[in-house]
C-alpha cells in the first residue's frame, strides 16, 4: 500500500523526472510553479520511501464563467505501481481536500485519444463536463 | 448518437451477462427481458461468440456467460463488432463537393468525440456507476 501526503521541495527531482519518463517532454519549472501554498500537490509513496505518483490540482472560480470547482491539473502514476489503486488513493485524497474547501465538483481537461487517462476519470465516476473546449491553429 | 438495434442487444447482452460471470442465459432469456425476438438475440450472439465475448450457445435452450474482462472491455469494443468504422465508411453522395467536406469535418468530429467516450467506458466502470453490477 502507498501513503498520501503533500508533496515537498524535496520530491521535485523525482516528480519531474517520472513525469518527463512518462510524457517525454521535461518541464521541472512548470512544476515547481505548481507549489504555490494556494495550491494542492500530493505525493503516493511506497513503504520504502520511492514516489509511486502525484497528483496536482487547485480550486479555481468563474473560470470561464463557472462557479467555484476544483481542477486536476495532473495525475501520474509509475508503471510499476499502476493497476494498484494509486490513482484511486490520490484522487480521493485531493477530492477530499476540494470538497474541506467547499467545493461540490472536481474538472478536470483530458486528451480525447487518451484512452487510458479517460478510462481512469470516468472509473472515478466523472462523466463530461458542461464546457467544450475548442481550439484553432493560428496562421 | 444513434445505434443500430443490433448494437443496442450487443450491448444489452454482454452488460446483462456480465452483471454475474457465473450465471448462464440462454438467448430465449436474453430476448425476453428486452421484449425482442431470439431470433435477432441468437444473431448477435453469435457475434459476441465469434468475438469471445460470451461462451455458449448450441440451440435456443443453449446458455450463454460472459467470458471477457469487464474492467479491459469497453463499450466501444461491443460497439465496433456492429458498427461499421468510422474509416471504413463509404462514401456519401456530395461528400466530394466543398460543403460535403466541411459538412463532413463537422460530423467527424462528433464521431470522434462520441468514440472517445465509449471507448472510456469499461463494463465495469458502466455496471457500477448504473448500480446494476
Given amino acids: ?29 512548470y512544476w515547481r510553479e ?15 520511501g520511492a514516489l509511486a505518483g502525484f497528483i496536482a490540482g487547485e480550486i479555481r472560480a468563474w473560470e470561464f464563467g463557472q462557479p467555484a470547482a476544483g481542477w486536476v491539473f495532473a495525475i501520474q502514476v509509475d508503471p510499476k505501481t499502476r493497476l494498484k489503486g494509486v490513482g484511486s488513493a490520490l484522487f480521493e485524497a485531493l477530492a477530499a481536500r476540494f470538497k474541506a474547501q467547499g467545493v461540490t465538483r472536481v474538472r478536470t481537461l483530458v486528451d480525447r485519444k487518451d484512452h487510458l487517462i479517460l478510462s ?3 472509473a472515478q465516476g466523472m462523466t463530461a463536463g458542461p464546457s467544450l473546449q475548442l481550439d484553432k491553429e493560428l496562421p | 448518437m444513434k445505434l443500430q438495434t443490433a448494437t443496442r442487444l450487443g450491448l444489452y447482452a454482454v452488460l446483462e451477462l456480465a452483471r454475474d460471470p457465473t450465471r448462464t442465459l440462454s438467448a430465449a432469456d436474453l430476448a425476453d427481458r428486452f421484449g425482442v425476438s431470439t431470433h435477432s ?20 435452450s443453449g446458455g450463454y456467460r460472459f467470458t471477457g474482462n469487464r ?26 463537393t466543398e460543403i460535403g467536406a466541411a459538412l463532413q469535418r ?16 469499461s463494463l465495469e466502470t458502466l455496471l457500477g456507476s448504473s448500480h446494476v453490477g
Avoid: C, Y
Avoid at chain 1, 502507498?2 to 518527463?20: F, G, K, N, Y
Fill in chain 1, 1 to 29: 500500500m502507498v501513503a498520501i501526503r503533500p508533496a515537498q521541495a524535496t520530491d521535485l527531482t523525482a516528480i519531474s523526472a517520472l513525469d518527463a519518463r512518462l510524457t517525454g517532454s521535461d518541464k521541472p519549472d
Fill in chain 1, 34 to 48: 505548481r507549489f504555490a501554498p494556494d495550491r494542492h500537490f500530493l505525493v503516493a509513496e511506497t513503504a520504502r
Fill in chain 1, 120 to 122: 481512469f476519470f470516468r
Fill in chain 2, 41 to 60: 438475440l441468437a444473431k448477435v450472439l453469435g457475434t459476441l461468440s465469434a468475438a469471445g465475448l460470451v461462451q455458449g450457445g448450441r440451440g435456443a
Fill in chain 2, 71 to 96: 474492467r479491459r472491455i469497453t463499450l466501444m469494443d461491443i460497439v465496433a463488432l456492429f458498427e461499421p468504422a468510422p474509416g471504413n465508411r463509404a462514401k456519401e453522395a456530395g461528400e466530394d
Fill in chain 2, 106 to 121: 463537422i460530423l467527424t468530429e462528433i464521431d470522434e468525440i462520441a468514440e472517445a467516450t465509449l471507448r472510456s467506458v
